[in-house]
């Protein structure tokens, strides 16, 4: 079922217990708001974003409660060898490795200029995914831990060359959530790291 984004914000609980495997992405700019996705969700984490203009909607996933399950990405019991059975008709959903389970060389370390040795890369990972596709994010007001991490990329402590910058600007308050939106020089970066980041095909 389709639900607004600040109706979404409004009612939902971090009701997942652990880290999973996978977790699905949406890329805003191949999402048509069809619907398909938030039908199949079976933990309701997907929500919309609308628009003024119908065309410029688009629905978005909250990793925080995504559980990999990928029924939006496709069915898998009407897969076979030659014939995959998928939900979203425009490609607008990423299947990731969750870097939060099995996190490699940080692929973030090379643009930090910080001395914090204890960052929390897996979920600036996950949440650099998701800057890289959309350019903003969203978060619960009271969800302290995804703040703190995220709290990371609004410090000008990111380099790109000489200078030293911020990849996101102060969040901001948009009622029931905060939203966070990338400057140019954060979004140049993220391009950088994640245009060739690996994706999942599961077939």
Partial sequence: MTISVQEYFRTVKRDRKKEVRYVAVINKNNCTSCNACATMCPVDCIYEVVSPTPSQSYHAIDTSRCIGCQLCYRIPTQSTEHWTQEICPWNAIDMVNNPNMELGEPVLLPYYAGDDESLPWGKLEEYGYQLYLNEEVRL???????????????EPKWSWGESTFRMLQEPVNE?????????????????????????????
């Fill in 175 to 203: 009622g029931p959530y905060l939203i966070y939106r990338t400057t140019r020089e954060g979004l140049a970066v993220l391009k950088q790291v994640f245009s060739k980041y690996q994706k999942l095909f599961l077939d």
């Fill in 140 to 154: 619960l007001p009271d969800s302290n831990d995804l703040i703190g991490a995220l709290s990371h990329f609004v």
